[in-house]
């Protein structure tokens, strides 16, 4: 079984730059996530997907991230426009159903904003 | 609010002797309680868990983790580790229904000595 997949798998950009993250959940996986880890932190969810709808955002900065589920299956993550303090690795996960913790995790993807 | 500690940032144990990892909760109700391990560059894998029952559980890898309510804990054990083992590691609660995150402690990072 495929894991899940994000790209790119690093990324640097300058402050105010926008950028996008791309991940590709496990086949058949309702539920999907994204964490924000910032280095020395645990995983902070951003926002948690069931299908297409958003079930949490609520520590989703909405007035620079957005997310997005279209169909149900891949999903995006958009940073516009980046600040310094989002530098961190920006993590994907995805479970067969929400809430069990049995979530998989794909290998992340680095920003560093400069 | 729920919460998770991670006493410890960084622990050293030579290769072949024992390992505990520390992990205090906080949490209104029974929680749901993950150990996950993280390798450089790589996404996170689940060790094990605990939702009911034997308060002793059995994860991959030799692991294993002991719920104690009185003390609110969930430490980490390995009888013998190996050099492989050499990674962050980070315990995490949940409320277990559909609506509840899980929320991650800051981890534990193991080193290991030859």
Redesign the interface.
């Given at each position: 079984e495929a894991g899940v997949a994000q790209s790119p798998r690093y990324k640097i950009i300058e402050k105010r730059q926008s950028v996008a993250f791309w991940c590709n959940p496990i086949s058949g996986h309702a539920t999907l996530y994204w964490y924000q880890q910032i280095l020395g932190q645990g995983p902070k969810l951003l926002i948690q997907f069931q299908n297409n709808g958003v079930v949490d955002d609520s520590q989703l900065p909405k007035d620079r991230f957005s997310a997005e589920r279209l169909k149900g299956v891949d999903s995006t993550l958009k940073i516009q426009p980046a600040k310094l303090e989002d530098s961190a690795v920006y993590l994907c996960a995805s479970s067969l159903t929400s809430g069990s913790g049995e979530q998989y995790f794909g290998p992340g993807t680095r920003l560093t904003v400069t | 609010a729920q919460s998770?500690t991670q006493p410890d940032i960084h622990i050293t144990v030579s290769e072949g002797a024992s390992l505990e990892l520390r992990c205090n909760y906080s949490y209104g109700a029974t929680p749901?309680l993950?150990w996950y391990v993280q390798s450089p560059?790589?996404?996170?894998?689940?060790l094990l868990?605990y939702f009911s029952g034997d308060t002793l559980v059995q994860g991959i890898k030799g692991f294993e983790a002991e719920f104690k309510r009185s003390q609110s804990s969930f430490n980490l054990r390995k009888p013998s580790v190996h050099w492989s083992d050499a990674a962050e590691y980070?315990c995490?609660v949940?409320?277990?229904?559909?609506?509840?995150?899980?929320i991650?402690?800051?981890?534990t990072r193991l080193s290991i000595r030859p």
């Amino acid at each position: 079984e495929a894991g899940v997949a994000q790209s790119p798998r690093y990324k640097i950009i300058e402050k105010r730059q926008s950028v996008a993250f791309w991940c590709n959940p496990i086949s058949g996986h309702a539920t999907l996530y994204w964490y924000q880890q910032i280095l020395g932190q645990g995983p902070k969810l951003l926002i948690q997907f069931q299908n297409n709808g958003v079930v949490d955002d609520s520590q989703l900065p909405k007035d620079r991230f957005s997310a997005e589920r279209l169909k149900g299956v891949d999903s995006t993550l958009k940073i516009q426009p980046a600040k310094l303090e989002d530098s961190a690795v920006y993590l994907c996960a995805s479970s067969l159903t929400s809430g069990s913790g049995e979530q998989y995790f794909g290998p992340g993807t680095r920003l560093t904003v400069t | 609010a729920q919460s998770v500690t991670q006493p410890d940032i960084h622990i050293t144990v030579s290769e072949g002797a024992s390992l505990e990892l520390r992990c205090n909760y906080s949490y209104g109700a029974t929680p749901y309680l993950f150990w996950y391990v993280q390798s450089p560059g790589q996404g996170l894998q689940l060790l094990l868990k605990y939702f009911s029952g034997d308060t002793l559980v059995q994860g991959i890898k030799g692991f294993e983790a002991e719920f104690k309510r009185s003390q609110s804990s969930f430490n980490l054990r390995k009888p013998s580790v190996h050099w492989s083992d050499a990674a962050e590691y980070f315990c995490a609660v949940s409320g277990g229904s559909s609506a509840s995150k899980i929320i991650f402690g800051s981890g534990t990072r193991l080193s290991i000595r030859p």
